[in-house]
């Protein structure tokens, strides 16, 4: 089946500093990746995506390539800052299904301090 | 934002008692979907739905039901509540345009179950 690995934290870095969240993926077919993003007390919000092979996703200076012959979706930031403190989630979906399932990693949490 | 309401945001209630949680969709899309959220586990999909009357399970769906009569309301029911369901439950939607994977899903902010 599918799943999802990412990075263990808590993760804490200092204001500017540059940020990477490892993340890791086992699927069958081709999927579509994502990174979401979820700020205390609220729900899951789509950060970033990319659905094929060197594909790019980007969003408020968070960045993800998807590597195909790596199976990885790697997020980075140049420079964090402190609003930037929230879990952070890899997903993926598969591609050709029917059903639009996502599978998550466990979550990276990342606080960002002044 | 998408247009997703999850009710009540809050639930404290005792074992053995039947719970409701609701979500409601303004959006009109297709797929609607329940997860938990757990520490060290991230989110799991618990029941789905592919449209009016369509449901199916996830992988954590053992003493959860679900429903969902019209297009905008998902209902997820805790027939018999435990103690091991105490959690964070999210509601979370996506269109079914484009090719199948393609579309993110929109989550709702969650209710807080407790379950004493």
């Known amino acids: ?114 | 934002d998408a247009g997703i309401t999850q009710s009540p945001r809050h639930k404290v209630t005792e074992t053995g008692t039947p719970v409701t949680l609701r979500c409601h969709q303004t959006e009109n899309h297709r797929y609607m979907y329940w997860y938990r959220q757990d520490p060290g586990h991230g989110l799991r999909l618990i029941h789905y739905s592919y449209g009016v009357k369509d449901t199916d399970k996830g992988e954590v769906s053992d003493g959860y039901s679900v429903s969902r009569s019209k297009t905008e309301d998902f209902l997820l029911t805790l027939e018999s509540a435990t103690s091991s369901q105490t959690s964070v439950y999210f509601c979370a939607i996506s269109e079914s345009r484009g090719r199948a994977g393609n579309q993110p899903q929109h989550f709702g902010d969650g209710t807080r179950l407790s379950i004493l």
């Open chain 1, 1 to 114: 089946g599918n799943s999802v690995t990412q990075m263990e934290g808590p993760v804490t870095l200092s204001e500017e500093a540059f940020l990477t969240i490892n993340c890791t993926y086992t699927a069958t077919g081709y999927p579509s990746l994502f990174w979401y993003v979820q700020y205390p007390g609220e729900g899951l919000q789509l950060l970033l995506k990319a659905t094929k092979a060197d594909d790019k996703g980007s969003n408020k200076g968070f960045e993800a390539t998807y590597r195909k012959e790596t199976t990885s979706f790697h997020l980075e930031k140049g420079s964090v800052q402190v609003s930037d403190s929230a879990v952070y989630f890899c997903a993926l979906s598969e591609n050709g299904g029917s059903n639009y399932k996502l599978t998550f990693g466990k979550g990276t949490l990342l606080t960002v301090n002044p």
